[in-house]
């Protein structure tokens, strides 16, 4: 079974401290890995798609990567409109006609000014 | 400005009512997901569908929710009867074959 896990479940930063959060991740073959953000009261809001170990995207303050085992999102001097929960999933080869998509917990990001 | 819309975006019933959540997805998009979110659960898929076909709806108690695609322009999630336990937030989301989805705003479900 395709599992994802989150670390921190909370973090905490003050305004311009650069950190990063973890998603390690155990699937039958990865297709996949997401990275969304979600803000309170809404639905998830896309940020990047990974494909294969090394690579790397980048938005704005946030950037992605990834290994064979996890991937992290790197934050560089995060603004309070950066907090956020911030969820990983991970979508698996084709198995059984479609490829599943499964989430982990999440991170809660607060960045205070 | 794209995006999938949802409703009702919150609903109170009592427990034994019915209850029926619509989604229209983003025109053009032949995936369609309902998802549940809890703060133990996280997000937890319900169903899926491709071109209007249900491709896997085995996160779904069978005996009181089903899922259908009457059209590509609405899916509708549908408990019944309601229980407690089915208090939760439900998420539709919409994508194109194997990329990513995007959400709706979500139904807020309260069943007392």
């Known amino acids: 079974e395709d599992q994802v896990t989150q670390s921190p479940e909370a973090l905490r930063l003050q305004e311009g401290e650069s950190s990063s959060l973890n998603c390690s991740y155990t699937v039958s073959g990865l297709r996949g890995l997401f990275w969304y953000r979600q803000d309170p009261g809404k639905g998830p809001e896309f940020l990047f798609t990974?494909?294969?170990a090394g690579e790397e995207k980048e938005k704005e303050r946030l950037k992605a990567t990834l290994t064979k085992k996890e991937s992290f999102l790197h934050i560089t001097a995060p603004k309070p409109e950066d907090s956020a929960t911030y969820l990983c999933?991970?979508?698996?080869?084709?198995?059984?006609?479609?490829?599943?998509?499964?989430f982990g917990i999440g991170t809660k990001l607060q960045v205070i000014p | 400005d794209a995006r999938v819309t949802q409703t009702p975006r919150h609903k109170v019933t009592e427990m034994g009512q019915e209850v029926t959540m619509r989604c229209q997805p983003i025109l053009g998009h032949n995936t369609v997901f309902w998802y549940r979110q809890t703060m133990m659960q996280g997000l937890e898929l319900l169903a899926y569908f491709r071109n209007r076909a249900p491709l896997d709806d085995s996160g779904m108690p069978k005996d009181r929710f089903s899922a259908e695609m009457p059209d590509a322009t609405l899916a509708t999630l549908k408990i019944q009867p309601s229980e407690p336990r089915d208090s939760a937030v439900y998420f539709c989301?919409?994508?194109?074959?194997?990329?990513?989805?995007?959400f709706g705003q979500g139904t807020r479900l309260t069943v007392v």
């Open positions: 990974l494909y294969s």
């Open positions: 989301a919409s994508g194109l074959g194997y990329t990513e989805a995007f």
């Open positions: 999933a991970v979508q698996a080869h084709w198995v059984g006609g479609y490829q599943k998509v499964t």
